[in-house]
Nanobody, 122 residues
Framework: QVQLVESGGGLVQAGGSLRLSCAASGNIFSVNAMGWYRQAPGKDRELVAEILSDGSTKYPDSVKGRFTISLDGAKNTVYLQMNSLKPEDTAVYYC????????????????WGQGTQVTVSS
């Protein structure tokens, strides 16, 4: 069984910063990729940042230059540093992990965290 535990959400004023963390635990063989998505009320879930096991990253234009994703492979933990936050960044942020799990016959599986609320006031 694998769990993703998120932390770090909250309320911040526009221009402020927050750091999200997501720790994956359980029978993890290896990490293919980890990332963050967000979903605002009435909108589709969208990718915020992704990091692959080789360290390469991907961001949409809406957060490029403001958000930074990093991965601690030893802890299977991904971080999202969010700076210069804007009211339009307000959403529930979800951690996603593409993992190889299992020890007898490892297999690939996609996991989601429970979500953490980020609210940016103007």
């Amino acid at each position: 069984q694998v769990q993703l535990v998120e932390s770090g959400g909250g309320l911040v004023q526009a221009g402020g910063s927050l750091r999200l963390s997501c720790a994956a635990s359980g029978n993890i063989f290896s990490v293919n990729a980890m990332g963050w998505y967000r979903q605002a009320p009435g909108k589709d879930r969208e990718l915020v940042a992704e990091i692959l096991s080789d360290g390469s990253t991907k961001y949409p234009d809406s957060v490029k230059g403001r958000f930074t994703i990093s991965l601690d492979g030893a802890k299977n933990t991904v971080y999202l540093q969010m700076n210069s936050l804007k009211p339009e960044d307000t959403a529930v942020y979800y951690c996603n992990a593409d993992l190889i799990v299992g020890t007898v016959i490892p297999y690939e599986y996609d996991y989601w965290g429970q979500g953490t609320q980020v609210t940016v006031s103007s």
